[in-house]
């Protein structure tokens, strides 16, 4: 059966307006403030992130804040590998579906003075990692309140690796400035049904979309800290927006949607080369650290994430399609924006430890960051909901080496969705809710 061209379909069909049921980008299983991480290496871990911007190791200094690389004692080497297992529950119309991700991460860290005043480093860990894997039915809904089936899979993750190189000057005992720049190689994979929202010949139909995209994109970021006696330190840090743009293939399944459309014989599958265009937002935050004695340790850390500009909408393209019947009707190339409307957030970390023995020393903390998902926009793989992380750690020193162990327990309240934001409405009355584990492990060894 031929596909007559979009131009001749009833307009109901041409113009219903609805919202793509997912975001590539705003995945669940993150850390508060969207998919971003905070934390860097277990030492790190097991104190909120709170000590970060003022002191650390190599791996932290570089990820949060270059200038921290000014007090270092010395050259030295970090390695971390941190993983867990994130937990959800999703309810629709009194049907409740449990989803299960397990997965993990290395982060490595290198510093070494070269001079009395300067130390230079690299590093390499993710600074967003997230991913969804559940199995539920697929509301109708599209074109005609299609669905693609009772145990399609509804799966997502996204990946931001940032490998950056930085130094830190001492310009005197009370002022370090310091600066890094790098790459972020993201990565996007998904697979599960969405609806177009804007593209004049597909608004309202629901496809189900297997899509691979990744890129390179340039980073940088800036950090001062300012040690006015020897029991305070000052941190203050910078990293601009990352835009990023990734390329790679889809492959569309239109055979639901088509038969409403009265074009049931028309061949249903077709192969894309995609592009998707979104951003990581612009951090900009302050540390403090007091240690009243030799043993504690305390510190505060405050960043505001900037969402708003970076995350108001999702660009999606589809070019070289490769199915000429569905060219016939809606054209080769496919182009949708879609509106996720993430708002600018604070995140708050407060963590301390306390050196116990020569070889023992204890951490914890609580990091709190509003999610910036407003509730109407949840779904269940896009709500970054782990408001709260309750954090614990362990290390112990031996000469020249250090071993660190931490625990996170990461959660955030259900967001209850009555009347859903995306016109489409499929996720109107639901309640999604997270928890998160996770583990670390580093080792760190000085020269």
């Known amino acids: 059966m031929g596909v007559p061209p979009m131009s001749r379909l009833p307009a109901s069909v041409k113009a219903r307006p609805a919202a793509m049921m997912i975001s590539l980008l705003a995945l669940v299983h993150a850390e508060a403030n969207g998919v971003l991480r905070h934390g860097f290496g277990a030492r790190d871990a097991g104190s909120a992130g709170a000590l970060a911007g003022t002191s650390g190791d190599a791996l932290a200094a570089l990820q949060t804040n270059p200038a921290a690389l000014a007090g270092l004692e010395g050259d030295e080497w970090t390695f971390a590998l941190r993983g867990g297992r994130v937990e959800g529950e999703f309810t629709r119309a009194g049907i409740r579906s449990d989803g299960d991700v397990l997965g993990g991460f290395p982060e490595l860290g290198i510093a070494w003075r ?4 300067t130390t230079f480093g690299m590093s390499l860990a993710p600074i967003a990692a997230a991913a969804t ?21 509804h799966s997502s993750g996204f990946q931001a690796l940032r490998a950056n190189a930085g130094l830190a000057v001492e310009i005197n005992p009370a002022w370090s400035v310091g600066a890094s720049v790098g790459a972020v190689y993201s990565r996007v994979d998904f697979d599960a049904p969405f609806i177009f929202q804007s593209n004049p010949a597909l608004a309202g139909a629901k496809v189900n979309l297997d899509l691979e995209t990744d890129g390179w994109q340039p980073s940088a970021q800036l950090g001062m800290l300012w040690r006015p006696s020897e029991s305070f330190r000052v941190g203050l840090h910078y990293r601009p ?52 004695t030799d043993r504690l340790s305390a510190g505060l850390r405050v960043d505001w994430i900037g969402w708003a500009r970076a995350f108001d909408e999702l660009e999606v393209g589809l070019a070289g399609g490769s199915n000429p019947a569905i060219n016939g009707a809606i054209g080769a190339n496919v182009a949708d924006r879609v509106p996720v409307r993430w708002k600018d957030v604070w995140m708050i970390a407060v963590g301390g430890e306390y050196r116990l023995n020569d070889c023992l020393t204890l951490r914890g903390g609580w990091r709190w960051g509003e999610s910036p998902v407003a509730t109407p926009w949840v779904t269940p793989l896009n709500g970054s909901l782990l408001e709260h992380a309750l954090t614990s750690g362990l290390g112990w020193e031996r000469g020249n080496w250090r071993v660190d162990l931490s625990y996170e327990y990461q959660f955030g309240p259900a967001a209850k969705v009555l009347a859903s934001g995306y016109r489409a409405g499929e996720y109107a009355n639901s309640k999604s809710d997270f928890t998160a584990h996770v583990l670390g492990l580093g080792v760190t060894r000085r020269y």
């Not at 070269?114 to 005043?117: L, P, T």
């Not at 790679?248 to 249903?268: K, N, Y």
């Open 114 to 117: 070269a001079g009395k005043a």
């Open 133 to 153: 894997d559940w199995v539920y039915a697929d509301a109708p809904g599209g074109i005609g309140g299609i669905s693609y089936g009772n145990a399609l899979a």
């Open 241 to 292: 927006r990352i835009d990023l743009e990734l390329d790679g293939t889809a492959a569309v399944d239109f055979s639901a949607q088509l038969p409403p459309l009265g074009l049931g014989g028309t061949p249903p599958l077709a192969n894309y080369a995609a592009t998707t265009r979104n951003a990581l937002p612009d951090v900009i935050g302050a540390a403090l650290a007091w240690q009243p």
